[in-house]
């Protein structure tokens, strides 16, 4: 109950790591089956413990990969956030305001 709940009050989610089941994998499977954006990192040679990830974007996840210069290509979860933000604004976000890291 409590992925559902957090996944309705929320507009997207990044998964970093998941296994093949557990809480995380089913945070993934909630955020698909609310039809909200899921970012998952998509690992060259991923760990054990992601082997749920690529479950995930079999699944519908979106891509999240890490550029040339081992950055995370944050390109569409700007996108996301600046049209939900959109959706519910008249005046487009400052993206240094978004994501301050």
Known sequence: Q????IIALSDAMILIE?????GTFAAGEATLKHNQPLFVV???SPPESASGNE???KRGGLLLKQTRE????????????KEQFIRNSTS??????LFDF
């Open 2 to 5: 409590r992925n559902h709940l």
């Open 18 to 22: 998941a296994g093949a089941s557990g």
């Open 55 to 57: 479950l995930l974007i």
């Open 92 to 97: 487009l976000p400052n993206e240094d305001l």
């Open 70 to 81: 081992f950055e995370p290509n944050l390109t569409k979860v700007i996108q996301k956030a």
């Open 42 to 44: 998509d690992y060259a």
